[in-house]
């Protein structure tokens, strides 16, 4: 049909939009446009939003046609009256009303028509209407451009059409898509990409079905998916929309990716949507609200705008969700062009959730003594004094000028011990009464503290002791020089040892802390010092950071283990807990290697799963004779019932000059996005390279949601003054494509009213 004569026609502010987001009651969704056909007939179309189910229309005030509860449909169009319009002095004025539910009515449409010139009448009609039109026919900012298939004689018997959008802002025609599949050609091997950059997906085993959501669609039954070819244009995205039609009663699954760690995954997850963005800071999950496995199609979409670095989520055309979650100006990607999945996660997907070289003392702290023996026998320390400063010297005695109880800097609490300088007993402090480890038998006595270096004087070969009175003498079993790789100002936790074998157990023993430094500059803080001991059968062992004077560790200066006197017993250590809840298929790595060990010796590494140890290595037999033997590469299996990991080293030694020691242990797991592939129906897949409004995306939603692809709708959020739009349209008929139309161009300019 010819669209000629198109008199002003007005429309309602509200109506700006062909089809704009979901309104109240009294604004309904529609747009019409009204005109005289080649025959003088004036027609009224309804060319974008929802059906109208009842109307009345007014010609020159006075109803001529009217209808309840039947709906008029986009592309359907009305000749209200029967006056024919011949010249440009006929004219009518046309009324249109939306009747709601209630009764009430609201305007939608009101113009005056206008019929043709003679010189019009004369002239020959073009065949038929351009495919391309705007809202008001005037191609302005503010209307909204359709694309109609109408006007289209395919050469097949075509089921579907297929629109690509290109717009020209001054850089040649560009399609808006970056991947444009609309699934409907029947294909167990190729899936074609109409966005005119042929970036064309690969079938891995997923079944094409002719009833999608429009035309054809793909089935995926989690074992199958469609590969991707990096489609971008560069190798960072500032601005994305994904959008596809989905059906799927699954909880989890993948529907589209291109790598979560580097760039972006959209899938289900318990149900909702989860729209995972990656940027040099990080990956953020945005997780919708609306659950969408329910069996039924739902139009998704997920944006990404660097500009502000928001993510959004929309279902069925409504906004689901949307977060800042990167800082402004963040792209996605990691500078990689990894390829894509539909219908799959990243394969590669494992991902590091702990690593140690075990290469500083904080490492080290975190390693905390089992406190069982050889058979699991639980071991008994008695606490014989237990001193926190914060009422008094408690057990102690101040040294002298140079010895202080402070509030400036504690531990726990209200207060510490100072020492500082270098004055001799002036420096230090010390038990006030001596403690009889000889009558109880005590074997072991373990001393446990915290301390800290703290003041400007310090300087490197400086230290402070902890010195032990053995009946007869004092002797020094702890020395740290400054700074031995420990910082200032902050608290470290220390235990060490004091084995019978090695010292006399008298009836008064004491302990004395004291600085050795070389002004008042130079402090040290000690709080919270238990003394305890124990008569039980372990002796003489000892677990820290090993650097090459034990046996050389696998990478950098220090692995950690451990030596001692005291086979046939084992001493174990345990590591605080690691949070795996988040991840599947956790595995444990680390290396292993001991020196001059024998066969009697012992090494192995667990993990706690309820209340049973699991090793993850044992070797019962690293006879080595002399030396030190390879490191070894293990690995293990943690249990999917484990939500938190806890390691225990485990080990025994007849020596201590012997050594075990384990290096550069790793923790990995899949974060579940990664491992689920997609269960359900998939349709109309497209990557957008803009962020597409909401009222697009809406848009997008409307034409699709009853399955037809008789027109598309760019709105006018979309278009720029000085733009060129046209649209390449693709008749399909579920087996092949027809040829292509190419609509006319709709040059976008500004709005001359007033």
Known sequence: MLLVAIAVIVFVAIYNYVFPLPLPQSEPNVKLVGYVNENGNVVLEHIGGEAINSYEIYVNGELAYGKNDEPWEIGERISPTDQFLSDAEDQITVTVYDILDDGSRVLIFDGIITGKTREESQSPAPPTSPMLISSLGTNTVDEDITCYNYSINPDIDASTYIYNWLVNHGSGNQSITNLLMPFDTNSSDNVKDYSGDRHNGTVINASWLDNGKVGGAYSFDGNSYITLPYCFGSS???????????????????????NRKKYWELETNEGKITWSTNTDNGTIDTIGNSAVNDNNWHHIAAVYDSSNGT?????????????????SGENLGNGESPSGFIGRGQSAGRETIFSTSFETQDELDNWKENGTSGG?????????????????????????????????????????????????????????????????EYKSIKIDFWWMWNGNGWRSGEDWWVRYYDGNQWRKVLDVDYPSGYSKNVWY?????????????????????????????DRVYIDQVY??????????????????SALNPRTGTYSIGGTGDFDPEYAAFNRTEIDISSYNDVKVSVWYSYKDTESADFIGLYYLDGDSWIPIFEDDDPQIGSGQSDWTYVEGNISDSVDTLVLQFRWM????????????????????????????????????????????????????????????????????????????VTPNDGIQDGANVESNSLEIIGYAGG
């Open 653 to 728: 030694t007849s020596s201590t000059t012997e050594y075990v020691a384990i290096d550069d242990l790793e923790i990995t797991g899949i974060p579940p996005s990664s491992g689920s592939n997609f269960t359900g129906l998939i349709d109309e897949f497209r990557i957008y390279n803009r962020v597409l409004s909401p009222e697009q995306i809406y848009q997008n939603y409307l034409c699709t949601k009853d399955g037809y692809s008789n027109r598309s709708v760019i709105v006018s959020e979309e278009t720029e003054l000085g733009d060129t739009w046209k649209c390449i």
């Open 376 to 440: 699991g026998q639980e071991e008994t320390w008695d606490n014989l004094r237990y001193d926190d400063f914060n009422s008094g010297w408690g057990s102690y005695t101040d040294g002298g000028y140079d010895c202080a109880r402070t509030s400036s800097y504690k531990h726990e609490g209200s207060y510490s011990a100072r020492i500082r300088d270098n004055s001799g007993t002036a420096s230090s402090f010390y038990l006030t009464n001596g403690i009889d480890v000889d009558s109880p």
């Open 531 to 548: 003394i305890n001991a124990t008569g039980g059968d372990r002796i003489d062992y000892d677990f820290d950071l090993r650097d090459s």
């Open 493 to 521: 936790h220390e235990i060490f040892y004091i084995n019978e074998t090695d010292y006399n157990f008298p009836t008064n023993m004491k302990i004395q802390f004291r600085c050795d430094a070389s002004s008042n500059y």
């Open 236 to 258: 960072y995205i500032d601005k994305i929309t994904v959008e596809a039609w989905i059906k799927t009663n699954a909880d989890s699954g993948t529907i589209a990716s291109f």
């Open 311 to 327: 993510s959004a989520i929309y279902i069925d055309g409504e906004l689901d969700v949307s977060e800042n979650g990167h800082d």
